[in-house]
Every structure is written in structure tokens, then in C-alpha cells.
């Protein structure tokens, strides 16, 4: 919500409070992006923890992905004060449960909502806890899965880090895994005063695109306001969309061991999900949203998860997204393939595309229903509406932040998918 308006800091009070009754840790690791509201929710959420009697580790400006983590490597309820890629005027919290375990709307978040909202008690200051520096457990945890020797230094890049969190522990991850990058916007800046940091806006990778095209780098990539979500471009300055980097590493993962299960989104590509099929890889189908392909993933024990947004999950990091280690592997790739990024790319041929459509509705619902009266045939209500025909395949879904519509589409030829978009935007 809204810093001040939907979001105060006695509304945060409430459900630091709240989020401490409902966890069975004495300890609570908390850390926050770089929004400049950031201070007084800091203070508001951690006075909340403290009223239930109950310590915060306060970690410091990290990107979500470190709380995550440190919550799998203590075994500790985790919270992180940040709005991801939302305007700067924004404020939110994600949280996490001991071991990295998320809580969603079906998994806590409910609870923790009733329990703020009848907490009895008013807004009381009380002191900050100390900086507990641990980007180090981080970063070690993370030569596990990726070793540094496994990254060639003859692989440049650049990389936005949009005014958002990532500067806050970049240098420390350049010299543990000597990446040899070129930065752009790396100091963090709750203004944003460079672009939005949403790297899901084709727009916000203009400068990007630019950059590595102009220095002959082997890709670029871009992330977030949190840094939970890491968004590449080729060498030739493509984009490689979320569906594709599914594929990708998925691919890679399967040339490592004969069995992977992977979890997805409903807007993964459907011709990216019957290549890895056909592949013999095993493919879940998942609601949008990390709780639920976390939840997913621990179910099936599956290896690896991808959202077309641009989020990445992998088994041996708690099951939880992270961008920055999807960096970290596309490094490996890239290193062990001696290949450019391009060619990597040219290596798999879906079906055209479109990138997220977003439209702003006054009633989601309404829009939804509008749209499936417009179409004959059944649709799967896994999350939104989805249509798949022989032609053409769209998935249309409220958003879980913002009130608009998302639209996904995919077709045999341009002029299909050009068509479907038209369509469904005259309807909406």
C-alpha cells in the first residue's frame, strides 16, 4: 500500500505485532530494500516484535532473497519491509516462516491480518535493535550451489540494478564470484530517479539494451526494487523472456541428472511446457505468486521453479526465488557451454508471444467474465481464465497487487497472436 495513507506506521506497529504472535520463534531476522520509508516501518515493525516480548535480528538493506535465505540457514521466521517494484511512494511486507517456509493468503497471511487488526494497544517507540551484518552466511550458502571457479571472468556483462537493493550488496557478490560486469544505477535510491525499478516494462531496459550492445557484452541483466527478480537480455540485445529462462535452466538441470521436476506458472508458455515434456522433464502447473510454487515445490520435492514474471526457485536454496543466484547460474551456463548468450537462445524456437499486457479495470471480475462470454469452449480457472485452442493459447488473471489485468498470449504465427491481443483488448 500506500506509505501514509494505506500502509502507517501504527498500522505496521500492529502487524510486526501480530506477525510475532503468530510465529513460535523467540527470534525474528528482519531486513528492509532501499525505500525511503523504510526507516520509520523499520522502527514501527520491529517495535511491534519487541512488544510480543520477541527479538529481531535485524540484517540491514538486503535484497528479499538474503532474509529468505537466512531464514532457511537459522531456521527462523523472516520479514522483509519492501514493495518490490512498485512506485516509490509504496510501501509492504513479505514474510517467511522458519526455514524459508512462505506464508501466502492461504498459509498465514489471513491469521496474521485478524491478529493485527484486533491487537489492542497503540503505537509505542521503542529502541532499535543493532545491525547484524550477515551477507556472509549468504553469499557462502551460495558458493555451495554455485562455485566461484565455475564462473569464467571471459564472460562480461552489464547489469541495472535500477536504484533498487541489489547496489547494497553488490560489491561483496562481484569479489566472491569475480564477476566481471559493467553497472549501471547501482547506488540505491528510494527516489528511483533513473527509471522505475520494474524490469517486467520493456521501456525500463532501454538503457540496458544500449549498454551491452554499445560494449560487446555477452548479456545484461536487470533487477527489481528488491532484487528478488532478475530479468536478461541476449547479446544482441533480445529480451530472454521468464518462460524462456525456464527452459533454459531447466534444460541445463536435466543435462546434469536424467530426472527434474519443475514447477511453473500459469503464464508460462504452453510450447515451452510441452517442450520440456517432450523432453521427459516432469512439469507441475502452479497458481502465480511464490507462495504457491514454494508450497508446490515442497510437496513434490520438485528441483527447480519458473515464473514468466521472472522468478526463479531452486531446491537447494530452501526452495525460495532468487535473482541474484539465477544470475549466478546463467554465469555457470554461459561458462560451461563457451557459448554467447544468443546462441543459446537460437537454440530453442517457441511459438510467437507476447510480453504481460497490463490493464487497468475498475472491476477485475466484470472484465473476466466479459471475456469468457466472448469465447466458446470451456476455460481452466486454475488462476484467472485460461483458453487454449489449436491456434492460440491467453491466460487473463486479476493481479495480486494492483486492481488490473494481466494478459498472456501465445499463437502458431504473428498474426494470430496479434489478432487474440486485439481482441481481448476491444473486450476489456
Keep these: 500500500g500506500v506509505f501514509n495513507e494505506t500502509i502507517t506506521p501504527e498500522i505496521g506497529y500492529k502487524i510486526g ?7 513460535d520463534s523467540n527470534e525474528i531476522i528482519v531486513g528492509h530494500d532501499g525505500r525511503i520509508s523504510n526507516n ?15 527479538q529481531v535480528m535485524y540484517v540491514g538493506m538486503v535484497p528479499t532473497d538474503v532474509v529468505y535465505t537466512l531464514s532457511g540457514i537459522k531456521n527462523l521466521p523472516g ?4 514493495a518490490s517494484h512498485n512506485p516509490k511512494e509504496y510501501t509492504g511486507l513479505k514474510f517467511c516462516n522458519n526455514g524459508a517456509v512462505a506464508i501466502g493468503q492461504e498459509t498465514g497471511l489471513r491469521e496474521i491480518k ?4 484486533n491487537f489492542v494497544g497503540d503505537f509505542y517507540a521503542l529502541d532499535l535493535p543493532e545491525l547484524q551484518n550477515m551477507n556472509h552466511l549468504y553469499l557462502e550458502h ?18 541495472d540494478g535500477g536504484n533498487g537493493v541489489l547496489g547494497s550488496i553488490i560489491k561483496d557478490l562481484s569479489k566472491t564470484f569475480g564477476l566481471n560486469y559493467e553497472g549501471l544505477y547501482m547506488e540505491v535510491d528510494g527516489n528511483f530517479p533513473n527509471h522505475p525499478a520494474d524490469p517486467s516494462n520493456k521501456e525500463n531496459l532501454t538503457d540496458l539494451i544500449n549498454k551491452v550492445i554499445s560494449n560487446n557484452h555477452d548479456f545484461g541483466v536487470a533487477f527489481d526494487g528488491d532484487a528478488d527478480r532478475s530479468v536478461f537480455i541476449d547479446d544482441k540485445g533480445n529480451l530472454i523472456s521468464g518462460s ?42 502452479s497458481k502465480v505468486g511464490h507462495s504457491y510454487i514454494k508450497k508446490i515445490m515442497r510437496d513434490e520435492d520438485a528441483d527447480f521453479g519458473g515464473e514468466h514474471s521472472a522468478h526463479f526457485y531452486l531446491r537447494e536454496n530452501f526452495y525460495a526465488d532468487s535473482g541474484i543466484l539465477t544470475l549466478l547460474i546463467f554465469l555457470k551456463i554461459l561458462s560451461e557451454k563457451n557459448i554467447k548468450s544468443s546462441e543459446l537462445v537460437q537454440n530453442y524456437n517457441f511459438n510467437p508471444s507476447s ?5 487497468i479495470v475498475e472491476d477485475v471480475e466484470i472484465s473476466l467474465k466479459k471475456i469468457e462470454n466472448s469465447f466458446e469452449g470451456e476455460f481452466d480457472k486454475l488462476d484467472g481464465i485460461s483458453y487454449f485452442s489449436d491456434d492460440f493459447w491467453f491466460n487473463v488473471r486479476g493481479s495480486n497487487t494492483e486492481p488490473m489485468l494481466r494478459l498472456n498470449a501465445e499463437a502458431i504465427n504473428q498474426k494470430t497472436l496479434d489478432n487474440i491481443i486485439e481482441k481481448i483488448s476491444n473486450i476489456i
Excluded at 79 to 82: E, G, S, V, Y
Excluded at 143 to 158: H, L, R, W
Excluded at 251 to 279: A, G, I, M, R, T
Design 17 to 23: 505485532a501480530a506477525f510475532a504472535s503468530y510465529v
Design 40 to 54: 520509520e516501518m523499520f522502527a514501527a515493525i520491529s517495535s511491534g516484535i519487541q512488544t510480543m516480548n520477541k
Design 79 to 82: 520479514l522483509i519491509i519492501t
Design 114 to 117: 485478524d491478529l493485527a487488526e
Design 142 to 159: 551460495f558458493k555451495k550451489i554455485v562455485d566461484p571457479s565455475d564462473i569464467s571472468d571471459k564472460v562480461k556483462f552489464s547489469i
Design 244 to 285: 524462456l529462462m525456464t527452459c533454459l535452466i531447466s534444460d541445463w538441470l536435466f543435462e546434469k541428472k536424467s530426472k527434474v521436476k519443475v514447477v511453473h506458472n500459469v503464464n508460462v508458455q504452453p510450447s515451452v511446457v510441452e517442450y520440456l515434456n517432450n523432453k521427459g522433464i516432469e512439469t507441475i502447473r
Design 355 to 359: 510480453d504481460e499486457i497490463n490493464y
